[in-house]
């Protein structure tokens, strides 16, 4: 019998998109479940986004484009990058890729291979760990769930560091925690990087929903530090565009080559239509993040509220993203007719069962006491789902 790659043998299945495809099932057969699962906004990409691709279509924009994405896209990239984030690019540093997970992956694949080691702080994006397999190199996990808390410590990494390690994947703000670091923490993990020579692969996908302090890109703390990190970054979460599928990484020079050649011969350039888009987005007005942010954090408040006061649950306010880790823990061991309580999927299951409400198991993002709940849905389907949770735990309580 013929056999897969063994680049494969080690990978789990993507849970979370197990879920999606459930969540298609679920809609298909007219099943009323409120989606708290999903990690996209739940609001409309802004009009003049959606107008510069439908022009874009008009004007014939629709053949193939340099590797990297077009040059004027990757200027926009550069001053938003030194506009916002105080980190200076040229364009030729920057490649254009299909989403920040493309760009997450072709960073892997330009600088890991076997034997590399690549430390995680835990809980983690679940694609983290799998990504990390797939290009043959080893996730070490670094544990920051303490006392009920998710604080990220750099003596934490320093523990982790071997003469292996090649790469620390850092989230600011962090999915699923909502944790937002700040600039002393980077400045330490900063120094690690640069007295063991590793580089930081930063995710600041959600840079723009912060509640309580900003995000401050690492790679601008110092050029030692910017020399060792390879920021990522997209327009996925902060313009609603997550099927336009836009993602950019900006990074040393000879990294980004690396990343242009990989990109090269697996998906070329990116979508000719969501760069003319993604131009736009960068180009236009911010008002709608503004908006988008400052509801996210009227259903934060709401959610965190309602959270904390049903019996057997705790969770820690997030500072930024638009996620809560739940701890169900207490949960465990409880049962209801047919249903055993043994963890926090089975937990998920329950709560599904019994209450049409989806949220997602800690065991995809290394967090088994936990489950994520995703507030990027309307405050009326919060409110309803908030409701229908309370109801089902009682059962077991």
Same mark, same amino acid.
């Given at each position: 019998? @013929?056999?897969l790659?063994?680049?494969?043998?080690?990978?789990?299945?993507?849970?979370?998109?197990?879920?999606?495809?459930?969540?298609?099932?679920?809609?298909?057969?007219?099943r009323?479940?409120?989606?708290?699962?999903?990690?996209?906004?739940?609001?409309? *990409?802004?009009?003049?986004?959606?107008?510069?691709?439908?022009?874009?279509?008009?004007?014939?924009?629709?053949?193939?484009?340099?590797?990297? %994405?077009?040059?004027?896209?990757?200027?926009?990239?550069?001053?938003?990058? !030194?506009?916002?984030?105080q980190?200076?690019?040229?364009p030729d540093?920057?490649?254009?890729?299909?989403?920040?997970?493309?760009?997450?992956?072709?960073?892997? /694949?330009?600088?890991?291979?076997? %034997?590399?080691?690549?430390?995680?702080p835990?809980?983690?994006w679940?694609?983290?760990?799998?990504?990390v397999? @797939?290009v043959?190199?080893?996730?070490?996990?670094?544990d920051?769930?303490?006392? %009920?808390?998710?604080?990220?410590?750099a003596? !934490?990494i320093?523990?982790?560091?071997?003469?292996?390690?090649?790469?620390?994947?850092?989230?600011?703000?962090?999915?699923p925690?909502g944790?937002?670091?700040?600039?002393?923490?980077l400045?330490?993990?900063?120094?690690?990087?640069?007295?063991?020579?590793?580089?930081?692969?930063?995710?600041?996908?959600?840079?723009?929903?912060?509640?309580? !302090?900003?995000?401050?890109?690492?790679a601008?703390?110092?050029?030692?530090?910017?020399?060792?990190?390879?920021?990522i970054?997209?327009?996925?979460?902060?313009?609603?565009?997550? %099927?336009?599928?836009?993602?950019? #990484?900006?990074?040393?020079?000879?990294?980004?080559?690396?990343?242009?050649?990989i990109?090269?011969?697996?998906?070329s350039?990116?979508?000719?239509?969501?760069?003319?888009?993604?131009? #736009?987005?960068?180009?236009?007005?911010?008002n709608s993040?503004?908006?988008?942010?400052?509801?996210?954090d009227?259903?934060?408040?709401?959610?965190?509220?309602?959270?904390?006061a049903?019996?057997? @649950?705790?969770?820690?306010?997030?500072?930024g993203?638009?996620?809560i880790?739940?701890?169900?823990?207490?949960?465990?061991?409880?049962?209801y007719?047919?249903f055993?309580?043994?963890?926090? *999927?089975d937990?998920?299951?329950?709560?599904?069962?019994?209450?049409?409400?989806?949220l997602?198991?800690?065991?995809?993002?290394?967090?088994?006491?936990?489950?994520?709940?995703?507030?990027?849905?309307?405050?009326?389907?919060?409110?309803? #789902?908030?409701?229908k949770?309370d109801?089902?735990?009682?059962? /077991?309580?």
């Amino acid at each position: 019998m @013929l056999s897969l790659s063994e680049r494969l043998n080690n990978v789990d299945a993507n849970v979370g998109a197990e879920f999606r495809s459930q969540m298609e099932s679920f809609k298909r057969s007219g099943r009323p479940v409120i989606a708290l699962n999903i990690g996209e906004p739940d609001f409309k *990409t802004p009009e003049h986004i959606s107008q510069a691709a439908i022009n874009a279509i008009e004007a014939g924009f629709t053949k193939y484009t340099s590797v990297e %994405g077009i040059y004027d896209l990757r200027v926009a990239i550069c001053d938003k990058l !030194k506009n916002e984030n105080q980190i200076e690019y040229s364009p030729d540093d920057i490649v254009v890729s299909t989403g920040a997970k493309q760009a997450l992956a072709n960073a892997l /694949l330009a600088i890991c291979g076997k %034997g590399d080691e690549v430390i995680i702080p835990i809980p983690c994006w679940g694609s983290y760990p799998e990504m990390v397999k @797939l290009v043959q190199a080893t996730p070490v996990f670094v544990d920051v769930e303490e006392n %009920g808390n998710f604080v990220l410590a750099a003596d !934490k990494i320093r523990e982790a560091i071997t003469d292996n390690t090649k790469a620390l994947l850092l989230t600011n703000p962090h999915n699923p925690t909502g944790m937002v670091y700040d600039e002393t923490l980077l400045l330490e993990i900063g120094r690690l990087a640069i007295e063991y020579d590793f580089y930081i692969i930063a995710d600041e996908i959600y840079e723009y929903l912060t509640y309580e !302090k900003n995000c401050v890109s690492i790679a601008s703390i110092s050029a030692a530090i910017k020399a060792r990190t390879i920021t990522i970054n997209g327009l996925s979460k902060s313009y609603a565009m997550t %099927g336009w599928r836009v993602g950019y #990484a900006a990074g040393p020079k000879a990294v980004i080559n690396g990343m242009r050649l990989i990109q090269s011969y697996t998906t070329s350039n990116m979508n000719s239509i969501s760069q003319k888009a993604a131009l #736009a987005a960068l180009l236009g007005p911010k008002n709608s993040i503004t908006q988008m942010a400052q509801e996210f954090d009227r259903r934060r408040r709401y959610v965190l509220q309602r959270i904390n006061a049903m019996s057997g @649950l705790s969770c820690v306010k997030p500072q930024g993203a638009f996620y809560i880790m739940i701890n169900v823990s207490q949960y465990f061991g409880k049962s209801y007719q047919d249903f055993f309580i043994r963890n926090s *999927t089975d937990f998920v299951m329950f709560i599904l069962d019994q209450a049409n409400v989806l949220l997602t198991p800690g065991e995809v993002f290394q967090a088994p006491n936990y489950v994520r709940l995703s507030y990027s849905n309307s405050m009326v389907n919060l409110e309803r #789902a908030m409701d229908k949770l309370d109801n089902a735990l009682e059962l /077991l309580r």
